[in-house]
């Protein structure tokens, strides 16, 4: 995986191929809805059962691979959310790589849903440097339901990442990844031992408190929670506090959903001192609208604060700058 380069007019003449014939952009989504739910799964490549892991390496196209993981919620309203990303793909690409942000990214995409409730309540791709990873996003199932009491299974979709994920940015360079979660609702109380069992296939015996999940996982990733203005939780003070206590000012609100690619590649940009905020709104400015750009302006407001005093060292947020070897049990 990684493999190639990723190629806008390619990506152009499907999406046109695509309308000209009738299918849609989403077409496993389309094809399992035409389905009974009983016969609801994850397209093969996207099931994270007995994943031992996936991987971003480095190849002669890419020396420097940098990994990118995004993962939505895919429940309710939150499920236009990757529909956005998928039409806006080739400008957050092209931000990474034409302003210089990042030499080598690798995305890979993935789904969050309940796994109380849901059918397919995790979804995890494979890292792409092509054309393959439009592919990938497209294949995600948007379920579309979730349990409806104001969690999903974030810390599901951590612990794959935390431990299913092996990069050579990390184990070569000692180079952190970017995790965006993307949604409107709180982590589960306890990260259930059966759920890790049955979703992903580890031999886990006793549940997990989901903080745990995600200082592990800060160690060697830049972990974000995006909440877009998708649903009636976005000014819900809960949501907030939940989150800041995890994440601290990675914790982004994000006005306007349609501005979602470009708060990731102006975060990205950011965090590697490329840019500070100043230089990443006019770059924004030249491929978005008026609003989007300030959407992203408003909602990395800390985070640039952040990197303006943590200089060339990035700094864990609070609350997560524990020892080196942190377990999950």
């Avoid at 796994?115 to 497209?138: K, Y």
């Avoid at 360079?173 to 995790?179: F, H, N, Q, T, V």
């Avoid at 979660?181 to 709180?186: A, M, N, P, V």
Wanted: aromatic residues 8%.
């Amino acid at each position: 995986m990684g493999h190639g380069k990723w190629d806008d007019n390619a990506y152009a003449a499907a999406k046109t191929f695509r309308a000209a014939k009738g299918i849609d952009d989403f077409g496993y989504t389309a094809k399992l809805r035409s389905q009974p739910a009983d016969k609801w799964t994850a397209d093969p490549s996207m099931d994270p059962l007995g994943v031992t892991a996936r991987e971003c390496r480095d190849s002669p196209d890419h020396a420097d691979s940098t990994p990118i993981a995004v993962l939505f919620d895919v429940t309710g309203s939150m499920g236009q959310v990757p529909k956005i990303m998928q039409r806006k793909l080739g400008k957050l690409h092209g931000l990474l790589q034409r302003k210089g942000y990042l030499a080598d990214p690798q995305l890979m995409f993935g789904g969050i849903g309940d796994a109380d409730s849901d059918r397919v309540p995790l979804q995890v791709g494979q890292f792409e440097s092509d054309n393959r990873m439009d592919e990938q996003l497209r294949t995600i199932f948007l379920e579309g339901n979730g349990g409806g009491q104001k969690s999903e299974s974030y810390e599901l979709a951590a612990y794959f990442v935390a431990r299913h994920v092996a990069t050579d940015a990390w184990q070569k360079r000692g180079r952190k990844g970017y995790l965006f979660l993307i949604g409107d609702e709180l982590n589960k109380p306890r990260l259930e031992a059966r759920h890790i069992r049955r979703i992903i296939g580890d031999d886990v015996r006793q549940d997990i408190d989901p903080a745990s999940v995600y200082r592990e996982l800060s160690r060697k990733w830049h972990v974000y929670f995006v909440l877009p203005n998708q649903s009636s939780y976005y000014n819900d003070p809960q949501i907030a506090e939940h989150w800041r206590d995890l994440l601290g000012q990675n914790f982004l609100k994000l006005e306007d959903p349609g501005a979602v690619c470009e708060l990731i590649a102006a975060t990205i940009g950011m965090e590697e001192r490329v840019v500070d905020l100043d230089q990443a709104l006019v770059d924004l400015a030249e491929v978005g609208s008026v609003a989007e750009r300030d959407a992203v302006g408003k909602a990395l407001v800390q985070v640039g604060a952040k990197t303006a005093l943590a200089g060339t060292t990035s700094a864990l947020p609070p609350g997560l700058d524990g020892p080196d070897d942190v377990t999950l049990s």
